[in-house]
């Protein structure tokens, strides 16, 4: 491992955090808040960060596999720590709580142990919701654009970070793709801002909404989440930009520069759409009375819903804590499934489930017609036996380290509801969970070692896994 180059990249990563936490002192101006908070974090961060980065004089400018696995590991650890530290000279949350709402804003998760999120300084608040907007792309893929600027290739970097197990170039060299995600991530940003401003919202909140929104993160301002705007119109604007957010960004690439046709020929897109709109279906008729007074009203909310937790991005607009048992069992179903690959969505995504089931369907048919010939396609390309191996070992990582989260919730003395929601909610990066952390609780009652490690499964999930899998290996480290 060529790990002075590593330092290098972590450090001015961490530095980089540490710039703009001391740009918020601009912001605290504009907003009456204290300076003081804002300085000292940015001075620790850019003094940890520039401790790193500066001594490390790398000879060799190539980075290695193993250098792409830890760089990622340690950048989004690092950024994290960094993340945590405004909240703690702020004063309003302890070094253990400030960890947990920093891994939840920058793996886009949305779990929040903020009691009165309403009664925090603007600032603050604006900065919490930062942290999911460069979650939500990806902070190692922001990298990798400007790593070229350093005389660092990110090719490996991008491998890493971008989700999925099929991989689709925007650009033949990786830069390219980089700075091209990015720029649809920001115009879309800008778009829900400008609608969300005309549909009545504040600049403030409409600003902190579409960060969060296009990260599928869910911090909202408001305590009541979008719900407390009571708007029909900033609900159906928020359903737009969430299903747009839960969709592979290459799609919106291509989009732009091809078509409608060439995206609807992607079975990904047309399977995510057919499950928003089937859970839709069995919602509507099972919702409560009162969150149902009208048809549009049953559908809206039922759709809201339904969107926010497949996206991952948690916003809240009704209780579903009261829905039946049917409801709260699509609903979770919804938190394991998550958004597209390549989206800024959590979960297993779209893509693993539907190669999954192409798999599943055709080992069963060679159970029936044992001389059969019958491979795996999709995009009209046979999917690699190593593709669908890794699949599977995806699908028993992840539901293994589930159950191992369920049952440290469950040993705190929590019922098997929330216990087996937090475990599923963290890994997926959706944000609330059911019985004692419903979209209208919060995190803050758990105690610290269950909030480490519901932060451990929130990085986990956000690494995909295995790359934090692959760090944890003993032979990862030997030469």
């Not at 790193?52 to 590991?73: C, M, Y």
């Not at 399977?271 to 069995?282: D, M, N």
């Not at 046979?382 to 593709?387: A, K, T």
């Not at 380290?401 to 019922?415: E, H, N, R, S």
Request: charged share 10%.
């Amino acid at each position: 491992m060529n790990l002075r180059l590593d330092a290098r990249i972590v450090g001015l990563l961490v530095a980089g955090l540490g710039t703009t936490q001391l740009l918020l002192v601009l912001v605290a101006l504009a907003f009456g808040d204290p300076l003081l908070p804002y300085l000292e974090a940015g001075a620790i961060c850019m003094a940890l960060g520039l401790g790193l980065a500066l001594p490390a004089r790398p000879t060799e400018r190539s980075i290695r596999p193993r250098d792409a696995f830890f760089v990622v590991g340690a950048g989004w650890v690092l950024a994290s720590l960094a993340g945590a530290v405004v909240y703690v000279t702020t004063g309003v949350l302890g070094p253990v709580d400030a960890l947990f709402e920093s891994v939840s804003g920058f793996t886009t998760t949305g779990s929040t142990v903020m009691s009165d999120i309403e009664a925090a300084p603007q600032t603050l608040l604006l900065w919490r919701s930062f942290t999911q907007w460069v979650g939500g792309m990806g902070i190692i893929l922001f990298t990798v654009a400007v790593l070229p600027l350093l005389g660092i290739g990110g090719m490996q970097l991008f491998r890493i970070e971008v989700p999925g197990p099929v991989k689709d170039k925007v650009r033949p060299r990786v830069i390219q793709t980089a700075r091209s995600l990015w720029g649809i991530y920001v115009g879309l940003t800008l778009l829900e801002v400008l609608a969300l401003v005309v549909a009545g919202l504040s600049p403030f909140d409409a600003i902190n909404h579409a960060f969060t929104t296009l990260a599928t993160g869910g911090f909202s301002t408001r305590n009541a989440s979008v719900g407390a705007y009571a708007s029909p119109t900033v609900e159906w604007l928020v359903i737009v930009f969430m299903t747009l957010a839960g969709v592979n960004f290459v799609l919106h690439f291509r989009l732009l520069s091809h078509g409608p046709a060439s995206v609807w020929r992607d079975a990904e897109l047309r399977y995510y759409l057919f499950v928003l709109a089937a859970a839709t279906i069995v919602v509507v008729p099972i919702l409560p009375s009162d969150q149902a007074p009208t048809a549009e009203e049953a559908v809206r909310n039922a759709l809201f819903s339904v969107v926010s937790i497949t996206t991952t991005t948690g916003y809240g607009t009704v209780d579903l804590e009261r829905w039946p048992a049917l409801g709260q069992i699509v609903l979770l179903q919804l938190m394991i499934l998550g958004g597209m690959s390549g989206s800024t969505g959590g979960g297993v995504k779209s893509l693993r489930v539907l190669i999954g089931f192409r798999a599943l369907s055709a080992a069963v048919y060679k159970l029936v017609h044992p001389h059969a010939v019958r491979h795996v396609k999709y995009g009209g390309r046979m999917v690699p036996d190593d593709v669908i191996a890794g699949i599977w070992a995806f699908f028993t990582a992840y539901f293994a380290l589930a159950a191992l989260a369920a049952a440290v919730v469950a040993a705190a003395g929590y019922d098997i509801v929330t216990a087996a929601s937090a475990a599923l909610t963290s890994l997926g990066n959706v944000g609330p969970g059911l019985g004692a952390i419903g979209p209208f609780d919060n995190f803050a009652h758990l105690p610290g070692v269950v909030k480490l490690v519901l932060a451990l499964c929130m990085l986990a999930g956000r690494l995909e896994i295995f790359t934090l899998l692959v760090i944890l290996q003993p032979a990862f480290w030997r030469r």
